[in-house]
């Protein structure tokens, strides 16, 4: 009953470094997304991902890309890592964009820490 | 612009005390509203989806119920279990609209 797996759980970055978040999802879902969790604020869309094939800006966008790698993966990429994006990722998936009864499935999250 | 506002930040109840966690929005059109639970460490596990004014939902000691600018989630006689971060969001009507979410309320239960 995996549901949304990420990966990894912990990272520790240097800045300027790039990685990339894997995301996995075992639900048949259309649509998913990246969130980054902060103290004090409350979960901020980065990027998310309709359908296979189409990805769009959420609210938090600059310094991320993203790839719908197929309709079971959507990765998360730093491309040059600055200690503003210190924070958890979560992955997140939902049977459609938009709609009613369209619920979000959370994965367990991905603490990264840039120095 | 979506706004959520949850209250208080934090509550402390012992156990058995009922309580209430609050949610106040403003949105342009609702299309729902989510109740989500967050255990330290873990990612927001789904709990209710209200969509419409006088809506009620249970379950075990939760009841969610939803106004024209509020939401509730109401917990009755708590255990420590109970413990958590809960979330609030509402997704408003509109194409490919998105969640917005509060900043939660950390819930801790003592023996």
């Known amino acids: 009953n995996a549901g949304v797996t990420q990966t990894p759980k912990f990272q520790v970055l240097k800045t300027g470094q790039s990685m990339t978040l894997q995301c996995a999802q075992d639900m048949n879902h259309n649509s998913m997304y990246w969130y980054r969790q902060d103290p004090g604020m409350g979960l901020r869309l980065i990027y998310y991902s309709a359908s296979e094939g189409t990805t769009d800006k959420g609210e938090v966008p600059n310094g991320y890309n993203v790839s719908r790698l197929n309709k079971r993966e959507f990765s998360l990429r730093l491309e040059s890592a600055a200690p503003s994006q210190t924070s958890v990722y979560f992955c997140?998936?939902?049977?459609?964009?938009?709609?009613?009864?369209?619920?979000?499935?959370f994965g367990e999250g991905s603490w990264l820490t840039v120095v | 612009e979506d706004q959520v506002t949850q209250s208080p930040e934090a509550l402390r109840l012992q156990e058995g005390e009922s309580s209430s966690l609050n949610c106040s929005y403003t949105?342009?059109?609702?299309?729902?509203l989510f109740w989500y639970r967050q255990d330290p460490g873990k990612g927001p596990e789904f709990l209710f989806t209200l969509y419409s004014a006088g809506e009620e939902k249970e379950k075990e000691r939760l009841k969610a119920t939803l106004t024209k600018k509020e939401s509730f989630l109401h917990i009755t006689a708590p255990k420590p279990e109970d413990s958590a971060t809960y979330l609030c969001a509402v997704q408003a009507t509109g194409a490919n609209s998105k969640l917005t979410f509060g900043k939660g309320i950390t819930l801790s239960v003592r023996p």
């Open positions: 997140a998936s939902s049977e459609y964009p938009s709609g009613a009864g369209n619920t979000i499935y």
């Open positions: 949105v342009s059109g609702l299309r729902g």
